[in-house]
Each structure stands twice: as C-alpha cells, then as structure tokens.
C-alpha cells in the first residue's frame, strides 16, 4: 500500500501513531484489530499525499518508507 510518494510496511508499525500526528494531509488511518490484537497505520487517503516525507521523518521504526528514496 502507499501513495505516489511512500509506502507503508505495517508489520514494522509499533503503533506509535507518530505519522499522524505528523502527516499535515491526513493521509494515515488506524487498523484497531481487537481479536488479534494488532494495532497499525493504514494509508486510507493517498491521493491526499503531497511528499513532504514528515511522516517518513516521524517513524522511528521503519514503517513508512519514502519512494526513490
């Protein structure tokens, strides 16, 4: 999954919600998997993506990954 300008990885997602708090377009979502237990980003507004990497800057853990990087 991703946009024009990143991708995402969800099973590097730790569930710090960093990205949304630094995405300016709100291009990220959460997936609350209560069953199994699991909790991560999910891209839900791509279009919306205008590159400006915050959120590739804001994951610590790898789950956002800017393209042709």
Same mark, same amino acid.
């Given at each position: 999954?991703g946009?024009?300008?990143?991708t995402?990885?969800?099973? +590097?997602?730790?569930? #710090?919600?960093? %990205?949304?708090e630094?995405?300016p377009?709100q291009?990220f &979502?959460?997936?609350?998997?209560?069953?199994?237990?699991?909790?991560?980003?999910?891209i839900? +507004?791509?279009?919306? #993506?205008?590159? %400006?990497?915050?959120c590739?800057?804001?994951c610590?853990? &790898?789950?956002?990954?800017?393209?042709?990087?």
């Amino acid at each position: 999954m991703g946009t024009a300008y990143i991708t995402a990885n969800p099973r +590097n997602c730790k569930s #710090c919600w960093a %990205c949304l708090e630094a995405c300016p377009k709100q291009v990220f &979502g959460k997936v609350n998997e209560f069953f199994g237990l699991h909790k991560h980003i999910v891209i839900q +507004n791509p279009e919306a #993506c205008i590159g %400006c990497n915050k959120c590739v800057k804001a994951c610590q853990y &790898g789950a956002i990954i800017a393209v042709n990087a």
